[in-house]
């Protein structure tokens, strides 16, 4: 279970990459940008299909699992993007940002998960870093107004913790499932461009090498790595380290010029790691323990 969490892991610290990346893209629309990359993604998932063992007998894929992977991965997006032509782009974040809370509260209704007090601790303090993160340590102005948008990144939050909390149901589905959310993705993405938006392509081979990037990694194999990492892993500590993904963006962007280290982000930092940290505390201090007790033996 520790190497698929860790492996689940690898797509948070990949979607560190997701701001970076989509800033170097230049002026390509979202749905536009969103068909580009994961076109790319289903790429991803068809190269990996050339190195996997074939199972022995095919997997009959229930009907249910369709829905809930391209409601996942599309409808996220798509709600996503309406909420930022609807509302103030920080407070609508932060709404959304509330999907890793909503996967450790929700993992308790999970066959053979047990929420422990740890797991909400530290999922909570990852939220109150990334409100450091998102506001820069200012505040919020919830405005009635926006009410629509607000909603709508409410609907992300819940459509994100929904399939990941949906697809442990599933454990038999293999994660290769994955490359076909990426394509019908892409192909409602791209009927969206053209139904909601002018087409602006890349303008610099470095915008375009920033759009190859995102597909390869935050908007192609993070999708795969979480998928499994869900499906195998400890699901409320990936919920609860989740948060990493705001604070690693942050610091990702400090490194490449386009932020400012801060006292608000090392006040994010510290309340991420340690809500991470307390998260994972039977993960982490329950092997240590053990191996401590079979040393004595």
């Given at each position: 279970m520790g190497r698929a969490t860790l492996i689940g892991f690898s797509a948070v610290a990949?979607?560190?990459?997701?701001?970076?990346?989509?800033d170097a893209s230049g002026r390509v629309p979202p749905f536009l940008l969103s068909a580009i990359t994961f076109a790319i993604g289903t790429g991803v998932g068809l190269v990996a299909r050339l190195f996997m063992t074939a199972p022995a007998a095919p997997v009959k894929i229930p009907p249910q699992v369709w829905v809930i992977g391209i409601a996942g991965l599309f409808g996220y997006h798509f709600f996503y993007f309406t909420a930022l032509r609807n509302a103030p782009a920080?407070?609508?974040?932060?709404?959304?940002?509330l999907w890793p809370l909503l996967i450790v509260l929700g993992s308790a209704m999970m066959p053979g998960e047990q929420l422990r007090w740890n797991h909400v601790a530290g999922a909570l303090l990852g939220l109150a870093g990334t409100f450091l993160i998102v506001t820069k340590g200012g505040g919020l102005a919830f405005e009635s107004r926006y009410l629509f948008g607000y909603a709508m990144a409410g609907v992300c939050a819940f459509l994100w913790s929904g399939y990941s909390l949906l697809s442990r149901r599933f454990p038999a589905v293999p994660t290769s499932i994955v490359t076909w959310f990426c394509a019908a993705t892409s192909l409602l993405s791209l009927a969206c461009h053209l139904a909601l938006e002018q087409t602006v392509l890349p303008e610099t081979a470095g915008q375009w090498l920033a759009i190859l990037g995102l597909g390869l990694m935050p908007v192609g194999a993070a999708f795969y790595a979480w998928d499994h990492g869900v499906k195998r892993g400890n699901i409320q500590v990936l919920g609860a380290a989740s948060y990493a993904a705001p604070l690693l963006s942050t610091l990702v962007l400090i490194v490449a010029g386009f932020a400012e280290p801060s006292l608000s982000i090392i006040a994010a930092c510290l309340l991420i790691t340690g809500g991470a940290v307390l998260a994972a505390k039977s993960l982490l201090f329950g092997k240590a323990a053990s191996k401590k007790a079979e040393a004595r033996a």
């Open positions: 990949m979607w560190a990459l997701l701001a970076l990346l989509t920080v407070e609508a974040s932060l709404i959304a940002y």
